[in-house]
């Protein structure tokens, strides 16, 4: 396959660079506890310095995939999907949603909203990071907004989303993993301040699951 042809069935959404695929239990936000099937997309130029999946930044090391097939192999394990990365909305998403919507399936994506939206969601995790801010328009239709607390000042940008999300939108305060001792009781104290935020936590690493 040459070059051509691959960016060509990559903007088609025919083909997707897949960095790993997998059946566990979703570990944070709203649907924390749940089965899933997790299909994390490469490709991230958001550069968040504290990611704990910096491989997925370069699509170019992942393997491209069928589009139709993942959907299929996702399938078979789970109703439940979701799309993370990397940056999952660098892509077009509209022929592994559409075929996952024909298997039954509910589709889940986790984003920073920095690309413009496409293919068929039902629960939208908005993310945003100082370094690649969400396209406005993800912020009427996003499900959750889920703020990583890194340091003190993430608490006022924490509220500068929370003001341009929609009044069904569910309000997460996670902390980065390795300040968790440190931002944990912050957040505990800003939540009881604040009461329409919720506390996020990594169940997944606690639990040593994907």
């Known amino acids: 396959m040459t070059k051509e042809q691959e960016e060509l069935l990559l903007k088609q959404g025919k083909m997707l660079p897949v960095m790993e695929h997998f059946y566990t239990i979703q570990g944070e936000g709203f649907h924390a506890g749940k089965a899933a099937y997790f299909i994390r997309l490469g490709g991230c130029d958001v550069g968040c310095h504290w990611c704990d999946v910096k491989e997925s930044w370069d699509p170019k090391l992942h393997p ?3 589009a139709t097939e993942i959907a299929e192999t996702a399938a078979k394990h ?3 999907i979701v799309l993370t990365g990397g940056e999952p909305l660098m892509w077009n998403l509209e022929i592994l ?4 919507k024909e298997l039954g399936c509910t589709i889940h994506i986790e984003t920073s909203g920095a690309y413009p939206m496409s293919g068929h969601l039902d629960w939208i995790t908005l993310s945003p990071k100082k370094t690649g801010l969400p396209l406005e328009d993800i912020y009427k239709v996003a499900s959750e907004l889920k703020m990583i607390i890194f340091n003190n000042n ?7 989303q929370q003001a341009k ?5 569910v309000l997460y305060l996670q902390s980065e993993w390795s300040k968790r001792d440190v931002m944990y009781p912050k957040i505990t104290d800003f939540i009881l ?9 990594q ?5 040593n699951i994907p």
Do not use: G, V
């Open 165 to 169: 999300t929609n009044d069904n939108c």
């Open 78 to 80: 789970c109703k439940t």
């Open 154 to 160: 993430d608490f006022k940008f924490a509220q500068e």
């Open 193 to 201: 301040e604040n009461p329409e935020w919720r506390s996020s936590i």
């Open 64 to 66: 491209l995939m069928d």
């Open 97 to 100: 949603t559409s075929r996952l």
């Open 203 to 207: 169940t997944h690493k606690y639990l």
